[in-house]
């Protein structure tokens, strides 16, 4: 929601009789970047993936912290440390094919991490066997779950960043922000990445709250259309 006043394509009609006082923002913000904005911070890898996609230079935000891109993302870094001769025995071959690394290696391989006693990697160790590589070692195993934690982290603190500029643009003493996605609700540290980097970002005197939203497109439409018909009828009692 954002005040009409504040909307700039709409700040002279602000005096329009019958136009509301704020308004509802659908901020596509998956194609934040698109304009260049995200250059300096876009990385070789990132512009790997970009490039291989469906639509080159676009969703350029949406690349960088989703599901869709992340197990790719992955899969590039890896292949260029193989090719460095720092994963792998140097032996690139199998992690080549595009899409051979879906998003949910991701999720697995992290959840290696949390073990409180020795790290096996047993998890590790079973995906990059599966997908064809060759004498796996335990040093390999830790450094695949490093770039995985490296992007993943990012993409939580890059989607905090979003959600609490939005935030703090509200300025709305409490707001509950749904969550759709994969990474959200399969990824064993995402969320509490997401949090905690939101919790960091936000002005101190508002609050906020995550909450798991399945189907979120489908249902905040129907909540979106909810909420504009209960305020035009009560517009319209009070008048």
Not at 111 to 116: F, G, H, I, N, Y
Not at 212 to 223: I, Q, Y
Request: some cysteine.
């Amino acid at each position: 929601m954002e005040k009409l006043c504040r909307i700039e394509k709409l700040c002279g009609e602000c005096d329009s009789d019958g136009l509301p006082d704020e308004m509802i923002i659908n901020t596509e913000w998956g194609a934040f970047g698109d304009d260049g904005s995200l250059d300096s911070i876009r990385t070789e890898f990132d512009k790997a993936v970009d490039a291989t996609s469906i639509n080159p230079g676009k969703q350029l935000f949406e690349k960088m912290i989703s599901g869709m891109y992340m197990g790719e993302l992955v899969r590039v870094v890896l292949e260029a440390l193989a090719k460095e001769g720092l994963l792998f025995n140097g032996d690139c071959d199998a992690i080549s094919q595009h899409g051979c690394f879906p998003t949910k290696f991701v999720s697995e391989i992290e959840s290696d991490l949390l073990e409180q006693e020795e790290r096996t990697f047993q998890k590790t160790y079973q995906i990059l066997e599966d997908i064809g590589i060759e004498n796996v070692s335990g040093a390999d195993c830790a450094n695949v779950a490093y770039v995985c934690s490296l992007i993943s982290t990012r993409a939580a603190h890059m989607t905090a960043a979003g959600i609490a500029t939005l935030l703090n643009r509200m300025k709305r003493p409490h707001v509950t922000v749904g969550v759709d996605g994969s990474v959200y609700r399969f990824h064993p540290t995402f969320p509490r990445l997401l949090d905690e980097k939101i919790d960091q970002l936000i002005e101190g005197d508002l609050e906020y709250q995550l909450m798991l939203s399945e189907d979120g497109s489908g249902r905040g439409a129907a909540l979106v259309a909810a909420v504009a018909t209960r305020m035009k009828r009560e517009r319209l009692c009070n008048n």
